[in-house]
């Protein structure tokens, strides 16, 4: 059965910075992109980055460019997040999810992980 597994998550300072990890099974890894999700309370989930397949593109909301980084390891079936110089409003439940276009439209990502949380105190 296919699944992603975020870890990483915590509670940092602002200023502070924090690197997620999403582990994929059960699943051809290199044939999808990959993308982070983030969603804050009473907020709709966004997207914050996405890479594709080879790891060559990247792609990454204008909140986050500059400050967060996504990787991915093929050999390790694995993708990440570094985020760096958090801020109060980066606060969300995070989420990596697999799909095929490299694209901030959830609907064309077809596989989720659980998630994960991510809190950035003043």
């Known amino acids: 059965q296919a699944q992603l597994v975020e870890s990483g998550g915590g509670l940092v300072q602002a200023g502070g910075s924090l690197r997620l990890a999403c582990a994929s099974s059960?699943?051809?890894?290199?044939?999808?992109?990959m993308g982070w999700f983030r969603q804050a309370p009473g907020n709709e989930r966004e997207f914050v980055a996405g890479?594709?397949?080879?790891?060559?593109?990247?792609r990454y909301a204008d909140s986050v460019k500059g400050r967060f980084t996504i990787s991915r390891d093929n050999a390790r079936n694995t993708v990440y997040l570094q985020m760096n110089s958090l801020k109060p409003e980066d606060t969300a439940v995070y989420y990596c999810?697999?799909?095929?276009?490299?694209?901030?439209?959830?609907?064309?990502?077809?596989?989720w992980g659980q998630g994960t949380q991510v809190t950035v105190s003043s």
């Open positions: 999810a697999a799909g095929w276009l490299l694209v901030a439209t959830i609907n064309e990502y077809d596989l």
């Open positions: 059960g699943r051809n890894f290199i044939r999808n992109v």
């Open positions: 890479i594709s397949r080879g790891g060559g593109n990247t």
